[in-house]
């Protein structure tokens, strides 16, 4: 008779079951609203007044960054205003109707950008080549005129954690710089603010969030098909990094944060040629080397009070 009274039917394993879910699913909002609003502040994105111009692409990013935003907004003691972009560049099956459909319910001021950018690309480069670097170049081009026509004095992409670690290992393994993807920065043309507030993001968050709010996720059929990008080698080699070496990635990704010049060999950066003796110790000197070589700390994670 207990163990009868003990049992749990079908129906409230199902219900505990989503309970459990929807906990996590909260979880991840929570997170990334707090990611997010810690980068906005560390790196002051986004002030009051600010019109805000979102990118979006269709992909998972985008739709985060203008979910997680529009989430914000509603909490910071400031104003700012979002704007979604998206630049239909004619490439072919593009359901051009999904972006529309979904703004339009979502209740968000939005823009429609027509540019036969896939012909260009196309007429170009050579099939077979990589067309991310031509892509982009006309895409920035485009968005900063559209940024300027709408008024908007920040654009807001959806470049994640990830994405800085790739491009910082791409600089350097094809490029031989030590230069990453910063959080924000003036753009080519010294009139526009970008700014990347998914930059303390992982990537697999994104993607978690995606499936947890169903966005009508757009493929790229122009750039996305292509087996052999080295980005993709190098997205490859930081999760095998991952997987046999927890927190690997964490620290690299923390090490951009604390650069210390006088331990590289640029001499722009360091005055290395004017370098004198002046016989007081320096705890950040030689004595690094000699040292065993700790955890680097995650990267500060005070959430922002005001968003």
């Known amino acids: 008779m207990s163990a009868v009274l003990n049992e749990v039917s ?16 909260n979880k991840l909002h929570k997170r990334l ?3 997010v609003g810690q980068a906005i502040g560390d790196f002051n994105m986004i002030e009051n007044g600010d019109k805000v111009m979102v990118c979006l692409s269709g992909g998972k990013d985008s739709y985060a ?20 972009v998206n ?14 459909a979904y703004l339009d319910k979502l209740g968000v001021p939005y823009h429609i950008e027509n540019q036969d950018t896939y012909s260009i690309v196309k007429r170009l480069i050579p099939e077979g080549k990589t067309t991310c670097s031509l892509c982009s170049r006309l895409r920035r081009g485009i968005l900063y005129r559209v940024a300027d026509e709408l008024g908007c004095n920040k654009i807001a992409l ?5 994405d800085i670690l790739e491009t910082f290992f791409l600089n350097m393994f094809f490029g031989a710089k030590i230069k990453g993807m ?37 493929p790229c ?10 980005r993709k080698q190098i997205k490859a080699m930081l999760r095998e990094w991952e997987k046999k070496h927890p927190g690997r990635v964490e620290n690299i990704f923390s090490s951009l944060t604390t650069v210390v010049p006088s331990h590289l060999m640029d001499r722009d950066l360091f005055g290395f040629t004017d370098l004198k003796t002046d016989g007081v110790p320096n705890p950040n000197g030689d004595i690094a080397f000699d040292e065993e070589p700790c955890s680097t700390p995650a990267v500060n994670t005070i959430s922002l009070t005001q968003l």
């Open 10 to 25: 079908p129906e409230g394993v199902d219900a505990k079951k989503q309970e459990k879910i929807a906990h996590e699913n």
């Open 221 to 230: 059929d122009l750039c996305g098909s292509q087996e052999n990008l080295q």
């Open 65 to 84: 960054l203008l979910d997680i935003l529009m989430t914000l907004r509603e909490r910071a003691p400031i104003h700012f205003d979002i704007v979604a």
């Open 87 to 100: 630049l239909d560049q004619k490439q072919p099956n593009f359901p051009a109707e999904v972006l529309p």
């Open 182 to 218: 910063p959080a924000k920065l003036v753009s080519d043309d010294g009139k526009h603010m970008v700014i990347r507030p998914l930059a303390y993001v992982k990537e697999a968050d994104t993607e978690r969030y995606a499936e947890v709010k169903g966005f009508p996720i757009i």
């Open 33 to 35: 609203c707090r990611l």
């Open 158 to 162: 959806g470049h994640h954690r990830d």
